[in-house]
């Protein structure tokens, strides 16, 4: 028998906001509550400095650029088949997060799979690039003001939220990502959360402020 799982994460898509919401809407207000703009450069890793100097060699060694990537995982294990002819490999395993014009890609993890040094499979795929500016059209206090509007909507029973200081990420997203489209549709977006916590988070279109997906990080299971 199968289990059901249903959650109460929210995924909004670019195509059904597009009904509801044009680029000539208003701006969105700035609220003057506490926000802080984020910014990650590439060269800041997740990882330790001894597992990012290993993963530049496992790169560097397999002819992979590794300019746009910043590390945020490194695994290793030993890894033995059960068939002939019965080797033992050492497995390592990066993964990154990939970086256009120096802004994040937020749809752009991609992972690394390297047996004995060698590179084996990559799990994702690596962005064409984009001519979008680096520049925002929105500031930080209007994405919070999109943020609360949000999570009223959705989580009205959380009404604390708007006490608590966010934290507001500037960068790029595929609306295609997940969709099974391969083809990419870049937008320059924000990333938006409270400070300090994984949930709620959102993602918003720079352009007119549209929301991209929403997740609360509920989830029940039935």
């Known amino acids: 028998m199968k289990s059901i799982i249903s959650c109460t994460m929210l995924a909004v898509t670019a195509a059904m906001l597009t009904a509801c919401s044009s680029s000539h809407d208003p701006a969105p207000d700035d609220d003057s509550g506490c926000s802080e703009t984020l910014v990650v450069p590439v060269s800041t890793d997740s990882i330790g400095a001894v597992e ?10 397999n002819g992979i650029d590794r300019r746009n990537f910043r590390y945020v995982r490194y695994l290793r294990d030993s890894t033995q088949t059960y068939f002939p002819p019965y080797a033992k490999f050492n497995q390592q395993s990066v993964m990154v997060e990939e970086y256009i014009n120096g ?3 937020f749809t752009g993890n991609i992972s690394f799979l390297f047996k ?3 590179f084996s499979f990559r799990g994702g795929n690596l962005s064409g690039g984009t001519s979008l500016s680096t520049t925002p059209a929105l500031q930080a206090g209007q994405v919070r003001s999109l943020f609360f509007a949000t999570t009223a909507r959705f989580d009205p029973s959380n009404s604390n939220v708007r006490e608590q200081c966010v934290s ?4 790029y997203y595929n609306l295609n990502a997940g969709s099974g489209n391969q083809s990419e549709n870049l937008v320059k977006a924000w990333k938006i959360k409270v400070k300090n916590a994984d949930y709620p988070f959102a993602y918003y279109q720079d352009n007119g402020g549209l929301l991209i997906y929403y997740d609360n990080g509920i989830r029940t299971f039935r």
């Open 52 to 61: 990012a100097l290993t993963s530049d060699q496992l790169f560097d060694r």
């Open 103 to 105: 802004l994040p890609l």
């Open 116 to 118: 004995n040094g060698v």
């Open 168 to 171: 507001a990420q500037f960068g």
